[in-house]
């Protein structure tokens, strides 16, 4: 990157050194502690690979809504929603918010019918592979590993950056210690462990973004609503948007923000559905937590972007030529706002060293919360895909352990070098936003349709998004140089080549796989082979015990109809199909169609089920229960669609600026929708969570006064 955008620094090395190294010391002490407070009182071993890679499928609506929040809340929802509303006003933090809610709603419609057809996957990529075979697993591990390392190494440059700029420590040393703490209590903890620092991460850079939102919109120098709208209607001629109606920052009807909105959505739709991270969270989750707590979390991250967005970017915008920026005399250059300055400087400006210092918190909370859930799933690619599938398919639970282990340690020595060398190569939030949608892109469709489409033929899947992102990079490329002449960092990263570039890997793979699939070989897939994936269980007893769907199986309910039953393992009979498949209209009605389990097969444990008669771990009850929240997950996609790309914002896109009132009521609708965040994914937890944790605090009660054998 530029080394203009480092000549400020606000902070001390030493305030930058104690951060990274002593956050992340003291997050591996704290997940040390936690794992051994579940091996003790609630009977979970980290060191079994069911529980390492998806939790035992026992975390409920509350954890798996704040961990998928923590997931999505990527140093962009806040560094970089602040740029794009810099840049081009106040369409850019709503589009943003726009484009990570739809995405959380899709994977919770992926997600429960994973569990239908699917309830013993590990990683999305053991479905590919029971599919298509070893070329096709082959291509979706090069692609899944490719997002992987994208996604993550973006978050590191970028809280590197950002470190550097605020304290001015070594830009190489900041690279290497971001996910060297993480890499310690990862390798430790696995998934749960994920999970728990999930909620602490979430928590306390939740609590700060509210505070930040409010503490600089009412700072005195600011003068609040009516103060900002007043700077940016005063500053108008100086602050020009091209794009924009009349050039206002105030104009819904803003070019380049919907340019930014759509590329935003896809390439961010990559980043989710190519990494397993976020397939293993649904894994993880109860049968009933699935959907509730996927859709809870995309009500509660639209007003991260949204709110801290609109008041950071628009305060910077207004007010940088002032003497609130002291130490910007001309204002921020164009390499600070690429490279994510904006809010940073913005929160020092007007809360001082004090936020500058609860910004690093905030940075390390957003930064290390992503990278350790793709440690975890690259992890769970190079131990259960790779190493259990073609090195050693007789190893034992602990084995695929260990190598999972050495998985995150490997993850963190590449990604440390990865991200070297991008810092030092020139590269910056904005230019991996922008750019990286061209490889990221084409196995989006392709891996839906693996789930969704049972006439997707194996060289479809293939070779359709190996095409797509020839494509894409073409396109890309080609824009680029017609419309500038040359092909350089700056030119690679403007908006309309990546544009172009972008929705030509995205969808091209679509009609790749169509054509190929009715064109090349005919093939139709049983969804009845999915059931052939099991748990991973070690015959000697040394591996997982019986996860809490498992227990429920040796003591069937009476009641099928109670929820809090919910997972009973037995054999399924007379199950209905999913209506409605996306493309064919019949794919959905194989899945389970026709099964002739006997009797004397419901009183096995799930591993011991012939697969070959099509036995299903659920019953007829729990699938039904299923069903209804596939049903309920389209359903709220298609609200959130509908209401996020459509009928809120398009109304807006005319010639209109904000009026005072108008403005007022925008920014006061944002930040009450962060408090309801709060409680969504900080408060209700707690109180989802509280059976678990009160059998902790009495195991450790009795534990320490001796009243009584460990719970």
């Not at 409920?60 to 970089?80: D, H, K, P, R, Y």
């Not at 105030?250 to 989710?272: E, H, M, P, T, Y």
């Not at 996609?637 to 108008?662: G, K």
Request: charged share 10%; aromatic share 12%.
């Amino acid at each position: 990157m530029s080394t203009d955008a480092f000549k400020v620094s606000l902070l001390s090395e030493g305030v930058g050194y104690g951060v990274v190294i002593g956050l992340g010391v003291l997050f591996a002490l704290v997940i040390l502690v936690a794992v051994k407070l579940q091996k003790v009182y609630l009977n979970e071993d980290s060191g079994e690979s069911e529980m390492f890679m998806v939790a035992n499928r026992t975390v409920g609506t509350g954890l798996t809504c704040s961990a998928v929040f923590s997931s999505w809340m990527w140093i962009n929802e806040t560094v970089f929603s602040s740029v794009q509303c810099y840049k081009f006003g106040i369409a850019a933090p709503m589009w943003f918010g726009s484009g990570v809610a739809f995405q959380i709603s899709l994977m919770a419609v992926l997600g429960v019918l994973v569990k239908i057809r699917v309830p013993h996957a590990h990683t999305s990529l053991e479905i590919v592979r029971i599919r298509y075979g070893g070329l096709g697993h082959f291509t979706f591990i090069v692609l899944n590993l490719i997002n992987n390392i994208i996604g993550c190494a973006s978050m590191i440059v970028t809280g590197s950056q950002i470190l550097v700029g605020l304290t001015g420590i070594n830009l190489a040393a900041a690279t290497i210690l971001i996910p060297l703490g993480v890499v310690l209590y990862t390798a430790v903890g696995g998934l749960k462990a994920t999970f728990l620092t999930d909620f602490l991460h979430t928590t306390i850079a939740l609590i700060l973004i509210v505070y930040f939102t409010l503490a600089v919109l009412t700072h005195q120098r600011i003068g609040g609503l009516d103060g900002l709208y007043n700077m940016l209607l005063a500053t108008a001629e100086d602050n020009h948007v091209d794009g924009n109606y009349a050039g206002s920052l105030l104009s819904f009807k803003s070019k380049g923000s919907i340019i930014f909105g759509v590329i935003l959505k896809f390439g961010n739709l990559a980043l989710v559905i190519m990494d397993t991270a976020f397939w293993q969270k649904s894994f993880a989750a109860e049968v009933k937590a699935t959907v509730p707590g996927y859709n809870l979390a995309a009500l509660s991250i639209f007003a991260v972007p949204w709110a801290m967005g609109t008041v950071m970017g628009l305060t910077a915008r207004a007010f940088q030529n002032t003497s609130v920026y002291p130490f910007l005399p001309t204002g921020f250059s164009s390499a600070q706002v690429d490279s994510g300055y904006v809010m940073p400087y913005t929160i020092h400006a007007l809360l001082g060293s004090g936020g500058s210092a609860g910004m690093l918190l905030l940075l390390f909370m957003a930064v290390t919360s992503t990278v350790s859930s793709s440690m975890i799933a690259v992890s769970s690619i190079l131990s259960f895909d790779i190493y259990r599938t073609y090195i050693n398919p007789a190893a034992t639970d602990r084995q695929t352990v260990r190598a999972s282990h050495l998985g995150v340690v490997f993850h963190g020595v590449l990604i440390s070098c990865i991200t070297l060398g991008l810092n030092y190569g020139g590269a910056n939030i904005n230019w991996l936003s922008y750019t990286m949608n061209m490889i990221k892109c084409p196995g989006i469709f392709p891996l839906i349709l693996t789930i969704l489409w049972s006439r997707q033929s194996k060289l479809a899947a293939v070779v359709s998004p190996v095409l797509g992102m020839i494509c894409g990079l073409t396109v890309w490329l080609g824009t680029t140089y017609a419309t500038y002449g040359v092909v350089n960092l700056q030119t690679t990263s403007q908006q309309l080549p990546c544009l172009y570039g972008t929705l030509t890997s995205t969808f091209s793979p679509v009609l790749f796989s169509v054509i190929l699939s009715y064109v090349g070989p005919k093939e139709v897939f049983d969804w009845r082979d999915f059931l052939s994936i099991g748990l991973v269980k070690d015959e000697d007893g040394e591996g997982e015990k019986p996860t809490q769907e498992a227990s429920i199986q040796q003591k069937p309910s009476t009641d099928s109809k109670d929820e809090s039953r919910i997972g009973v393992k037995t054999a399924s009979k007379d199950i209905e199909p999913i209506p409605g498949d996306g493309i064919s209209g019949e794919a959905l009605k194989q899945p389970l169609e026709n099964e002739k389990a006997s009797e004397s097969s419901s009183s096995l444990p799930a591993s011991e089920y012939s697969t070959n008669e099509g036995a299903h771990p659920f019953d007829a009850a729990t699938l039904a229960y299923l069903r209804h929240w596939y049903k309920i997950a389209w359903g709220f996609l298609i609200f959130i669609v509908t209401t996020t790309f459509v009928a809120w914002p398009l109304p807006l896109y005319r010639n209109y600026i904000f009026t005072r009132s108008f403005f007022s009521g925008w920014v006061s609708v944002a930040i009450i929708w962060q408090f309801f965040a709060l409680g969504a994914v900080v408060v209700y937890p707690v109180f989802d969570g509280w059976g678990q944790t009160s059998k902790v605090c009495k195991g450790l009660w009795r534990s320490w006064f001796n009243r009584g054998e460990t719970a």
